[in-house]
């Protein structure tokens, strides 16, 4: 029925008798619709080129699988045939590829305590002083929670997961001292209060 719509078939909706449902004109095939130029234009256009998507849907594949390597050369891909070429996305391009840069590196990162600097380089296709000075971003951020040690000649990142028992205890703390504030709060109003009567 959307289809139909969209289409420019006569629609009888729910409520309609039977018989109008049956003088509306068939639709032929299908047609796809480009939404964001429908009522731009009285007249739509025949064709419209066709946008290949498998630079977008190899990159959510790879990240999807770990394969770090043609995630970044997909992202490279996406960045030349999405992000240059939209007037939109443009003024965003340099967020974006950070940000999946980004989910990339926490991807990896989560599962392994200890990582090399090369071995991580070489997962992602780029040099040991690239990722060096990437990750040293994300981690003077705050964005990635982890360590690079270079000082043992190699380069080894580590993690520094918070532990769960110790954020529910520092969350109790916050919150306890929050109800103590509130109570001390309200302890002066009833003395306020008091005083005024006497």
């Not at 018989?19 to 939404?35: E, H, I, W, Y």
């Not at 590829?97 to 992602?124: C, H, K, P, T, W």
């Not at 916050?174 to 709060?185: A, E, F, P, V």
């Amino acid at each position: 029925d959307k289809l139909m719509a969209l289409s420019g078939a006569l629609s009888a909706g729910p409520g309609a008798d039977d018989t109008t449902g049956d003088k509306a004109p068939q639709a032929a095939s299908t047609t796809a619709v480009n939404l964001t130029t429908l009522g731009s234009s009285t007249e739509q256009p025949e064709a419209e080129m066709a946008i290949d998507f498998s630079p977008l849907a190899l990159l959510v594949s790879s990240l999807y699988n770990g394969n770090y390597k043609t995630f970044f050369q997909s992202l490279a891909s996406v960045e030349e045939q999405f992000l240059n070429q939209d007037r939109y996305l443009h003024e965003h391009k340099s967020w974006f590829i950070r940000e999946m840069r980004l989910r990339a590196y926490q991807q990896l990162l989560q599962s392994y305590r200890v990582v090399g600097l090369e071995s991580m380089a070489n997962d992602f296709g780029v040099t040991v002083d690239f990722l060096d000075r990437d990750l040293a971003r994300f981690i003077a951020a705050g964005r990635i929670p982890c360590t690079i040690d270079r000082v043992t000649g190699k380069g080894v990142i580590e993690t520094n997961r918070p532990d769960d028992k110790n954020k529910q205890y520092q969350d109790v703390v916050r919150q306890g001292d929050q109800l103590i504030t509130k109570l001390q709060k309200y302890g002066q109003a009833v003395r306020l209060r008091g005083s005024e009567r006497a």
